[in-house]
């Protein structure tokens, strides 16, 4: 049941229409209260939380390690098949750029390069 709720308030949020969420997010709110399962609503958030969470885990992004690289990470990015909108600064980077997108990482970063260094040395 909590699924089926979420899932629904989940599509009405995907249409990006405010007036029609608020709307569907109060008519589910007086269904609940007349059913007496108000106690399912925190439930729902968590749920509604975990989802967002999730989506936000998924996105596709691009790190570098200067803000100097960003233009030329995304363009970079993009040309791997990987396109966002921004670049965010990772300042465990050392140089170079990052880009993930639904499980698939491009590492053009000095600090994989270094790693790989030391992995050999010490092996």
Do not use: F
């Not at 709720?5 to 109060?26: G, I, K, N, Q």
């Not at 300042?91 to 390069?113: C, E, M, N, Y």
């Amino acid at each position: 049941m909590i699924d089926t709720y979420t899932r629904l308030l989940e599509t009405v949020a995907e249409l990006e229409d405010a007036p029609t969420a608020d709307h569907a997010v109060h008519k589910l709110i007086l269904h609940l209260r007349s059913a007496g399962r108000m106690r399912m609503l925190p439930e729902i958030v968590r749920e509604l939380r975990k989802i967002a969470a999730r989506k936000h885990a998924l996105r596709p992004r691009v790190e570098v390690a200067h803000e100097k690289e960003a233009t030329h990470a995304l363009a970079a990015a993009a040309a791997s098949g990987i396109s966002a909108t921004r670049a965010i600064v990772n300042p465990a980077l050392i140089s170079g750029w990052r880009a993930q997108k639904a499980g698939v990482l491009v590492d053009r970063s000095a600090k994989r390069a270094l790693v790989d260094i030391y992995q050999n040395i010490i092996a």
